[in-house]
């Protein structure tokens, strides 16, 4: 209630002391928030970058947002160039370890790949995690050029630090990721070029941009890349690393219709590395090891366990979605995994 304009809020009816209520009603987006113009959108500049030039345009947008309103807005507005590939990384939320050889691999493929291909890449946006690798690459790999920085953050509003910094329209602000250790709330990487933060009214909670985010992927991919070819932008989903929650992202992209090809960086973790596990071992009666694997590797219960081995098991129903990567140069290896990949989806239809 403090976080929202004491003018326009109304409290929900179990706080409304005429209510007549005694029980508390449960709090949800579509009956205790409601839409109104953005009040924070413009450019971000990340204080502690001195070093270069760390800008990015950003936009406050309603969870229910069209797609096509949103990409209307990138290319015209933002002046973005049309992407030709779509490079959705996926990963860990907090911090982990990866070797040098898996960290240089996914780092100076991943922006190989988008530079040379003119393709934008998407992320969660925070400086922790899978997003804070790719920051990391683009910083060390992406060279200065703003105008090939298509790295975008599509981030929940509720989860981001001091955001309240960020309230204003067409304004220049500030920011630095410096995080808080004690708060729950995330810092925004600074080395991404633009910013989605979607809002559904929550504080605190992550996940309500995943929807938004999967309708403009989907979108971008009916954008033709040239007007004589026949089909549109690819999309590709990248893991590294990850909990539970990204073994059903997996689930979503090869399952869909059209499947979307995931490129996994075997050696990266947890998710990623259950993932390629599975992969290798399919044919082999590994059940009972697995799922002590996956017990230890998520700290889950049987049950819980059980549950994510029959996810792995029906991800790998679309095996031929799924692709390792490790000791191949990752921009070769998604170029030959695409042609391939492109020639099985047209043989299927």
């Known amino acids: 209630m403090g976080e929202h304009s004491s003018e326009k809020f109304i409290p929900p009816i179990s706080l409304n002391p005429n209510s007549g209520s005694d029980t508390d009603e449960e709090w949800c987006v579509k009956r205790h928030s409601w839409a109104s113009p953005t009040d924070a959108y413009g450019i971000v500049d990340f204080e502690d970058t001195a070093t270069r030039v760390c800008r990015a345009k950003y936009l406050r947008l309603a969870v229910d947002s ?7 807005l990138m290319l015209k507005e933002w002046q973005m160039e049309r992407p030709k590939l779509l490079l959705s990384v996926y990963g860990g ?39 804070k690798y790719v920051g990391e690459a683009v910083k060390i790999y992406g060279g200065h050029d703003l105008r090939k ?4 953050g599509i981030t929940p509003w509720g989860v981001i630090d001091n955001n309240a910094d960020l309230i204003g329209r067409d304004v220049f602000r500030p920011y630095q990721p410096l995080g808080n250790p004690l708060s729950k709330r995330a810092c925004l990487n600074g080395f991404h070029s633009h910013f989605l933060f979607v809002d559904d009214g929550t504080l605190g909670k992550h996940g309500c941009q995943q929807g938004l985010r999967r309708k403009l992927e989907k979108h971008i991919n009916l954008l033709k890349i040239h007007p004589r070819l026949n089909f549109g932008v690819p999309v590709v989903c990248v893991v590294l690393e990850g909990g539970p929650a990204v073994i059903s992202t997996v689930l979503d992209y090869v399952s869909s219709v059209p499947p979307v090809p995931v490129f996994v960086f075997e050696g990266s973790g947890r998710a990623a590395d259950l993932l390629a596990f599975l992969y290798n071992e399919l044919e082999a009666d590994i059940k009972d ?19 994510l081995y ?29 042609v391939k990949f492109v020639f099985l989806c047209r043989c299927h239809i």
């Open 310 to 338: 029959a996810l792995l098991l029906q991800c790998m129903d679309h095996r031929q979605c799924v692709s390792r990567v490790l000791k191949y140069n990752f921009s070769l290896h998604i170029y030959s995994f695409l």
């Open 66 to 72: 069209k797609p096509e309103a949103i990409l209307h």
């Open 289 to 307: 090891d697995f799922l002590m694997r996956i017990k230890q590797v998520f700290a889950v219960d049987q049950s819980e366990a059980f549950h």
């Open 149 to 152: 920085r298509n790295t975008v």
């Open 93 to 131: 939320s907090k911090n982990f370890s990866l070797s040098p050889k898996v960290e240089q691999a996914f780092s100076k493929g991943l922006v190989t790949a988008a530079l040379s291909t003119g393709a934008w890449i998407l992320t969660n946006g925070i400086n922790t995690g899978a997003s």
